[in-house]
Nanobody, 124 residues
Framework: QVDVVESGGGSVQTGGSLRVSCTTS????????MGWIRQAPGKEREGVAC????????NYADPVKGRFTISRDGDKNILYLQMNTLKPEDTAFYYCAVKPFGQACGNLVEWRTWGRGTQVTVSS
């Protein structure tokens, strides 16, 4: 059974930074592309970032390019999202997500599963 648990959310002011983490168990972490998706109140869920196995490539949504960095630690089975220069429009629930097996990061819309999420709030 795949278990995905996010942590590290919180509240910051505009321009601040946060790092959210995702721990996983019950599956082969290194075999899947993984990423982060988010959902703001009243809005649809959107893909934010993706990273392939071995961190060979990444993909970011346009609104976060240059501000967010996704990374993974294969030894600890942890996925990270470092978020800098945060804006109020980044406020959302952030979910750690897993791509279908064999899929890279060409799109940010197709995901196999995701966790329960962690809240990120950016105040102006």
């Amino acid at each position: 059974q795949v278990d995905v648990v996010e942590s590290g959310g919180g509240s910051v002011q505009t321009g601040g930074s946060l790092r959210v983490s995702c721990t996983t168990s019950g599956w082969s972490f290194d075999a899947y592309s993984m990423g982060w998706i988010r959902q703001a109140p009243g809005k649809e869920r959107e893909g934010v970032a993706c990273i392939t196995p071995g961190a060979l490539s990444t993909n970011y949504a346009d609104p976060v390019k240059g501000r967010f960095t996704i990374s993974r630690d294969g030894d600890k089975n942890i996925l990270y999202l470092q978020m800098n220069t945060l804006k109020p429009e980044d406020t959302a629930f952030y979910y750690c997500a897993v791509k279908p097996f064999g899929q890279a990061c060409g799109n940010l819309v197709e995901w196999r599963t995701w966790g329960r999420g962690t809240q990120v709030t950016v105040s102006s």
